[in-house]
Every structure is written in C-alpha cells, then in structure tokens.
C-alpha cells in the first residue's frame, strides 16, 4: 500500500515550542542587549498566543501577526520603535 499523505503533528510532539521560543527570544534580545527579564518573556509568551488565537479566528493575517510579534511588543514593554519584519526575520 502506498500513502498519499503523511501528516506530523509538529507542535509539542516532534518540536518543543517552549524551548525553541525561549531559544529564539533569548537571541533575539542579546543580538539587541534588550533586558528580558522573566516576567517580560511571561507577557511576550501570552501576548504572542493571543496574536495566533486573531489568527485562527480570522481577525488578522498572518503578515500583521508577523509585523505585529515584535513590533508591538517592543515598543509597549521597551519603548523602542522597530522594524516588525526585521526582528522576526
């Protein structure tokens, strides 16, 4: 028998998300000597979450979610004015 498709469910099963997201901010911040701090990485946690819920409900496309993941984010919490698609790049 041959298969059509294989799917793999990727998030939390072969990736763990929480260390590659903890991976990726930590890096992120360093490359920029930003302080994180671990409840800023908390509010970024909830704050990036709640931008993939817009997402999945339609309210945003996932170009203003990637604009939207650092911009935003960085500018609130930092008071910086960053390019959204560079950071996320």
Known sequence: MRYQQIIFDVDD????????EDFALHSLFNA????????????YH???????CRLEQGEI???ELSEMTFHDFIKKNLGLEIDGMKAID
């Not at 909830?46 to 993939?52: A, D, K, P």
Request: proline fraction near 7%; charged fraction near 15%; hydrophobic fraction near 35%.
């Open 13 to 20: 099963t072969i990736i763990d998300f929480a260390a590659a």
């Open 32 to 43: 920029h000597h930003w302080p994180l701090s671990p409840e800023l990485q908390r509010q």
């Open 46 to 52: 909830s704050y990036n979450q709640g931008l993939w």
């Open 61 to 63: 496309t996932y170009e």
